[in-house]
């Protein structure tokens, strides 16, 4: 197939193969809009031709700014129709980072979703030199806004008609210029040390991981997909546009960031792609309902809820399923999973893809247990969000999955995966440095991870390679591996775990306001924010004990000896995290120097100063006094 | 400036309850398109004069007329019809009824179809539904409001149950919107977004408003004119510049000469 070599040519055979398949929706005045893949080809012509009248030239750049709409995709489309390359960037992003990927990859045009947007734009003008057009989607509030440079959606899309008039043939010689080699678009990382890396991807990455992707799951033309995750992130990159494209399957955008679980349900999506929060927040809401349910129906579901996750332990070890336990399932099916599956929004769906973070194996067994045939997916930026996938028959809370067919890895030493295969990315924009740090000669790519295969053929993901370290005693230390282990306690919403060099792990701990202050509430605790929260003797001993389940689990000696309640959640804000919640390990280090102190120290107090970064870019500073708790009563004696 | 008759003329407008003379020959005059805060301290008789003009109640005397016709004497229902829409200072919806229900009921003056025909459900019933539903659902954007079509007003929080009282006014259509305190009682974010709404509201909808709040910072950021009444007069008019400098403004709001803080949401 010579057709299938770039987006641009997808999109034109799908306008042709898939004419009256609807390719994209949009939920507006509450109605779900369709656009057939003919008319998704109309509007992506419209607009790439106005832009090539306003002077858009091959390889110019054009950045995409807001929520998740079907013209912010066709603006993406419509500059790799051109030659151009789209860069996503995070709508909730501080100005100084956005101004930073602008800059850093010269984009001469932004499409902003609304006047919140083009403000931000408006704002940074000065600083943008390369810049000399924003359009915009929603013209709401914009009226009065008199810039040459600034024009709407429809207006680009009149221009691009008639120039159409004018020079019939342009786009479809636009389309035939594209090459596989052609950068089809730039995320960048978050990077959890410094600026941001644009990772550029090609059309043959685009075209390759559709490829593996096909290879190992079952996705058809006629599936739907929910179009809700940020459109700066890859992965929504490599399913909204590359396998959408690749595929035909219809993408959907919720109305608004605040409707998503609801459109979820309305639409009941064939494939579901979600992170481990949104499973988690699910999982929380199905908790609260059934808490607030009358008693009877509160016994049904948790009789029909312990029966399935039972037989599903069994399942997934292998073992048979007696009689009695498998009718109760065929029953709880009836009564209760199939109607929860259809509150969710996930009655459809065929598979649903975890990924991104490890999800807890409380979590994901219940979503298992009930009939959702969640599964386990490893991926990066680099390597176009995919490298390997659980099958549906192996899927399991622990490990990566397979590699997908075509992609390669290996284990090198330390224990860092390596990559290698049509998905690699090309490099980094302007980075030729640390394209070669990770890349070498035989094209495998660093993912940075550590890791190792087991025994079935299964890639599992311990921790950030160079996060590896060890105690003082020389037992080798991976902290997100400790991490997690908390994180998977629904009170615990982050976790940063100390140790390297250390003499024994401790750990700062920041509670989740919603669990923990509904568990305050309902003890009758009460509290005003979450400092106060965070400092209350009894949800210290709740964290305690949250903290000694997950030390069960690990062994002795990385157990977790001290540890330390936070007074405000880690913020991508404040950089202690990334955009896409990585802790920022190195600066977190730096900023809570003291609070390592006291642990090893064997202090009981510490001052901890907490800077707090506005959406807007001011920064305040909040003081407090916090309390550094043991786990055991017994340890400080032997520190 | 060149005379021009206004949108909304109220002519020498006197209005006592029983003893207590709330409003005493008060004029005002707005103009299409403008944005017209009322201020005052607290019993000037600013809620007298919407009520004045909405028909709530009647002046004893003078006139009030909106696009050169008298309405002094108007029921409130044919002021609505006439375009007039207001929300109130205590909130007043439907507490029990959905956002979207209480949307639809604000395009109620438009409807024409009987009691019979809305519960067949057919025909021109159905098509006038569906273009009222459309309007409203401009509104529902409009506020960003989608993820609250179906709940129940009275759960909502306050600034929330605030931007759907504006909504519910939006669907009459008005020419004129009379706007009571909208920020009361709203969190600084909540007036922010308010403020914003009214003047997107001005701005692309034409629609001229008839503001009384508290907080000068807004009052004084939107306005294009202020009027400010004491003990139920008029004692001045302007911009927001020229009253922030009026003596007696500055008399009536602090007793002494001290200018009117020109920023931030203090409430005076």
């Not at chain 2, 506020?143 to 519910?168: A, C, H, M, W």
Request: hydrophobic fraction near 40%.
């Amino acid at each position: 197939m010579s057709e299938a070599t770039t987006l641009a040519r997808m999109l034109r055979r799908n306008a042709r193969d898939l004419r009256d398949r609807p390719a994209i929706r949009e939920k507006d005045r509450g109605i779900w809009q369709t656009w057939t893949w003919g008319q998704y080809y109309e509007q992506v012509r419209d607009f790439a031709l106005g832009l090539v009248a306003l002077g858009f030239k091959r390889g110019e750049r054009l950045s995409v700014i807001g929520d998740n709409r079907p013209r912010l995709y066709w603006a993406q489309v419509a500059a790799q129709c051109l030659g151009g390359v789209p860069v996503p960037v995070y709508q909730d992003s501080i100005a100084k980072e956005l101004a930073f990927v602008w800059n850093h990859a010269e984009c001469s045009v932004i499409v902003a979703e609304d006047q919140e947007q083009v403000d931000k734009v408006l704002g940074l003008r000065d600083q943008l030199p390369a810049l000399r057009l924003v359009v915009y989607d929603d013209p709401r509030g914009l009226v009065h806004y008199k810039h040459e440079w600034l024009r709407s959606y429809q207006e680009v899309q009149e221009l691009g008609r008639a120039f159409a008039a004018r020079h019939p043939h342009d786009f479809e010689a636009e389309i035939e210029k594209g090459k596989p080699e052609d950068v089809a678009i730039i995320c960048y990382t978050s990077g959890t040390t410094g600026n941001p890396k644009g990772v550029m991807l090609t059309n043959a990455n685009a075209i390759g991981i559709a490829d593996a992707f096909r290879r190992a799951e079952d996705v058809r033309a006629d599936d739907d997909a929910l179009a809700y995750l940020p459109m700066a992130w890859a992965g929504d990159a490599a399913y909204t546009l590359f396998l959408s494209l690749v595929v035909g399957f219809c993408s959907n955008c919720p109305e608004s960031p605040e409707t998503v679980q609801r459109d979820l349900r309305e639409l009941g999506p064939t494939t579901v792609l979600a992170p481990p929060r949104i499973w988690e927040n699910m999982l929380t809401g199905v908790q609260v309902k059934a808490a607030d349910a009358p008693a009877l129906k509160r016994w049904v579901f948790e009789r029909f809820r312990a029966a399935a996750e039972r037989a599903e332990i069994r399942r997934s070890d292998g073992k048979p399923i007696p009689l009695g336990l498998r009718l109760a399932c065929m029953l709880g099916n009836v009564l209760v999973y199939t109607p929860i599956r259809d509150q969710l929004g996930l009655r459809r769906a065929r598979w649903a893809l975890t990924g991104g973070a490890p999800l807890g194996p409380d979590t994901f067994r219940f979503f298992r247990s009930i009939g959702v045939n969640l599964k386990q997916v490893y991926g990066s930026t680099e390597t176009t969000g995919l490298v390997s996938l659980q099958p549906s028959a192996e899927a399991n809370p622990t490990t990566a999955g397979r590699p997908c067919p075509g992609i390669e890895v290996k284990i090198a030493d330390r224990g860092e995966v390596l990559v290698r295969g049509p998905v690699i990315f090309k490099g980094y924009l302007k980075n030729e440095e640390a394209t070669r740090e990770v890349i070498d000669s035989e094209g495998w790519f660093r993912t940075g991870d550590a890791g190792f295969m087991d025994p079935r053929g299964h890639l599992v993901i311990i921790d950030r390679a160079k996060d590896v370290g060890a105690l003082r005693d020389g037992t080798p230390f991976a902290p997100q591996f400790i991490e997690n282990k908390l994180k998977f306690s629904p009170f615990i919403r982050e976790a940063v775990a100390f140790g390297n060099e250390y003499p024994f792990v401790s750990a700062m701990v920041a509670i989740d306001l919603n669990t923990v202050g509904n568990w305050a509430e309902r003890r009758g605790i009460p509290y005003t924010s979450y400092l106060d929260l965070s400092q209350k003797p009894e949800v210290c001993d709740l964290i305690r004990e949250e903290i000694r389940k997950g030390n069960e689990t690990l062994p002795a000696s990385t157990r977790i000896r001290r540890f330390l309640l936070l007074t405000k959640d880690l913020e991508a804000d404040d950089a202690e995290m990334t955009r896409t919640r990585k802790v920022r390990r190195k600066f977190v280090a730096e900023k809570y120097a003291s609070v390592i102190d006291a642990f090893y120290a064997g202090g009981h107090a510490v001052e901890l100063e907490a800077s707090i970064t506005y959406e807007d870019g001011r920064t305040a500073i909040m003081k407090s006094h916090v309390r550094v708790e043991d786990v055991e009563a017994e340890t400080t004696a032997r520190v | 400036m060149a005379v021009v008759s206004g949108l909304l003329e109220i002519r020498d407008a006197s209005k006592s309850f029983g003893g207590v003379q709330a409003v005493t020959r008060v004029s005002l005059e707005a103009q299409k398109g403008e944005i017209l805060s009322v201020i005052g301290p607290n019993g000037a008789g600013k809620t007298t004069v919407l009520n004045m003009i909405s028909g709530f109640y009647h002046p004893d005397s003078g006139r009030i007329s909106l696009e050169g016709r008298d309405v002094t004497e108007l029921a409130p229902s044919r002021i609505a019809e006439l375009g007039v829409a207001r929300t109130f200072q205590n909130i007043a919806l439907f507490r029990g009824m959905t956002v979207l229900d209480n949307l639809m009921l604000g395009r109620h003056v438009h409807m024409k179809t009987g009691v019979l025909s809305a519960c067949a459900y057919w025909g021109l019933a159905q098509k006038e539904e569906v273009v009222h539903r459309r309007r409203v659902e401009d509104i529902i954007d409009f506020l960003r409001i989608q993820d609250l079509r179906r709940r129940p007003t009275g759960s909502l929080p306050y600034g929330l149950q605030k931007r759907v009282e504006l909504g519910r006014a939006l669907a009459l259509d008005p020419k004129v919107l009379l706007l009571d305190e909208p920020m009361g009682g709203c969190n600084h974010e909540e007036k922010e977004d308010m403020a914003r709404f009214i003047l997107d509201v001005n701005e692309e909808w034409g629609v001229t408003v008839i503001l009384i709040e508290h907080d000068m910072g807004v009052v004084m950021d939107i306005s294009d004119r202020v009027a400010v009444l004491d003990m139920g007069q008029k004692i001045a008019e302007g911009t927001p510049d020229e009253v922030r400098a009026n003596p007696r403004v500055i008399k009536a709001y602090l007793g002494e000469t001290k200018a009117v803080p020109s920023t931030g949401g203090s409430r005076v």
